[in-house]
């Protein structure tokens, strides 16, 4: 069965400092891989999508990048973090019939 | 620009009641509909996956039904349970093609109490 793995957990870091969350799919070949990003009080915003190795589509600009070095591997990185940059950040894969499979997320706190 | 409407915002039942919650959408050329849960400090669910040419889904407790021509999705919980509170989300596919994407609604906050 396809499982999809995120982490860290929970994160705490300082402005200024970089920042590199990773997540990776099992069970399952070229995936769409997609980062969301769900801030307090807001909904979830896709920040970035990928259809296969080195294919990167950015949503909305910001202070972050993504890569795609393997088939079943997604990053999303920053050089220097905001205080903006603060939210849970979940990673997710499309299945079968188009569903979605999320993961357990990243709870970023930049201070 | 697909926009996701979910009423209420929040819903407070005692146990064992059934209730609906309602999602509206404004683009009716949607490939599909996922209804989610989310657990406080958690990831997303997949309750319920309806594709465009369908009309509900069940799973146990739980049926959705999607309307594309009015525009509205509803999640039927029977018999609630307190392990039912959580926050739903409804999530629309937009047309197909290797960029799909989601669109969510903010949720309907659900506290089901003993």
């Known amino acids: 069965s396809q499982t999809i793995h995120q982490w860290p957990a929970t994160l705490v870091q300082p402005v200024g400092s970089p920042l590199s969350l990773e997540c990776t799919v099992e069970g399952t070949s070229n995936p769409n891989l997609y980062w969301y990003r769900q801030a307090a009080g807001r909904g979830l915003q896709l920040l970035f999508y990928s259809v296969g190795i080195g294919q990167i589509s950015s949503e909305v600009p910001q202070n972050l990048s993504a890569s795609r070095p393997q088939d079943r591997q997604f990053i999303l990185s920053s050089k220097k973090l905001l205080l903006s940059d603060s939210g849970f950040y979940l990673c997710?894969?499309?299945?079968?019939?188009?569903?979605?499979?999320f993961g357990s997320g990243t709870r970023l706190t930049v201070v | 620009k697909q926009e996701v409407t979910q009423i209420p915002a929040a819903l407070s039942v005692p146990e064992g009641e059934n209730l609906v919650l309602n999602c509206s959408f404004t683009d009716s050329a949607i490939y599909n509909l996922q209804w989610f849960r989310q657990d406080p400090g958690k990831g997303l669910t997949s309750l319920l996956l309806i594709q465009s040419s369908q009309r509900e889904q069940t799973s146990g407790r739980l049926n959705a039904s999607l309307d594309k021509s009015s525009g509205r999705s509803t999640l039927y919980i029977a018999a609630s349970q307190p392990g039912d509170s959580a926050t739903y989300l409804c999530a629309l596919g937009g047309s197909g093609g290797s960029n799909y994407k989601l669109t969510f609604g903010k949720g309907t906050l659900l506290t089901v109490n003993p």
């Open positions: 997710a894969w499309r299945g079968s019939g188009y569903g979605y499979t």
